[in-house]
C-alpha cells in the first residue's frame, strides 16, 4: 500500500488513486452530519451565485456553507458541525458551498478515483472502506493562505493506521483541540464547533462523491 499526503491547494496531477478529501475545520466534518441527520444527499456547488440560482429553482433545496467562515446571507445554515447537529434534515438535499473542502473537491473531481469525504465523524467507515487500496492520496483542504494544522492531524492519523500502526485516537484528539485551526475558530466564535469535529464515529458510513452528489456509501 502506498499512502501520501497531499495539499490540495496544489494542482497536482492525481493519478486514478483512491482520494481522501480531508477538511476538518469543517467542511468534512459538516457534510458527513449532514447525511447523519437524514440529508438523501448533498450537492456540492462551487460559488455562492449558482447556489442560489439552484434554490431558486427550487425551494425545497436546503442551503449550506460559508465564505472565509462567515454565514453566507440567506443561506439556511452555516458550514457548522454545531448548527447542523441540531437540524432534522429528514429527506432534503443540501446544497453545499465552502471556502476550502469544496474548492479542493472539484479539483479532485477530474481525475479517476473514487474520492471519500472524510473526518473523525466517519474514520472507521472510511478506514475500512479504503484500507486494502494500494495507492491512497489523502488530500488536506488547507487555506488559501497557509496550512490548516487540523488537517495534518487528522491525515498523520489516518495514514498511520493505514499502515498497521496502532494509534491512540486520544492523542490526536488532543492535538485537535490545541491546534492553530482550533484556536481560529475561536477567534471566530466559532468554538462550539470543535466539539462536534471531534465526535468520533459519529456517523457509521463512508461518505463517497458520486455523479455530482456526496452521498453515503452504503
Ligand atoms: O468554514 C470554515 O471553517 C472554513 C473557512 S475558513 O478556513 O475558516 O476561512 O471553510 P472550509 O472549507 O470548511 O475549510
Ligand atoms: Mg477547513
Do not use: C, W
Amino acid at each position: 500500500m502506498n499512502v501520501n499526503i497531499v495539499d490540495g491547494r496544489k494542482e497536482k496531477i492525481f493519478d486514478g488513486s483512491t482520494k481522501v478529501l480531508i477538511d476538518i475545520f469543517r467542511s468534512t466534518t459538516t457534510i458527513p452530519l449532514i447525511l447523519y441527520r437524514g440529508a438523501k444527499y448533498v450537492i456540492p456547488v462551487r460559488t455562492i451565485t449558482e447556489t442560489r440560482k439552484l434554490k431558486n429553482k427550487n425551494q425545497d433545496y436546503i442551503t449550506s456553507g460559508e465564505r472565509f467562515g462567515l454565514k453566507i446571507p440567506g443561506f439556511n445554515f452555516e458550514n457548522s458541525p454545531y448548527s447542523i447537529m441540531n437540524a432534522d434534515l429528514s429527506g432534503k438535499i443540501v446544497l453545499f458551498t465552502s471556502t476550502n473542502g469544496i474548492k479542493v473537491l472539484f479539483k479532485l473531481i477530474k481525475y479517476p478515483g473514487d474520492i471519500y469525504i472524510s473526518s473523525f465523524i466517519n474514520l472507521t467507515a472510511t478506514y475500512n472502506a479504503i484500507k486494502d487500496n494500494e495507492n491512497i492520496s489523502l488530500v488536506v483542504s488547507n487555506r488559501p493562505d497557509g496550512k490548516s494544522d487540523e488537517d495534518y492531524i487528522y491525515a498523520e492519523m489516518l495514514k498511520s493506521r493505514l499502515e498497521g500502526n496502532e494509534v491512540n485516537i486520544d492523542d490526536y484528539i488532543n492535538k485537535i483541540i490545541n491546534s492553530h485551526g482550533a484556536k481560529r475558530l475561536k477567534i471566530m466564535g466559532a468554538g462550539h464547533d470543535i466539539d462536534y469535529s471531534i465526535k468520533v464515529d459519529m456517523y457509521n458510513y463512508p461518505v463517497i462523491y458520486r455523479d455530482g452528489k456526496i452521498i453515503t456509501k452504503n
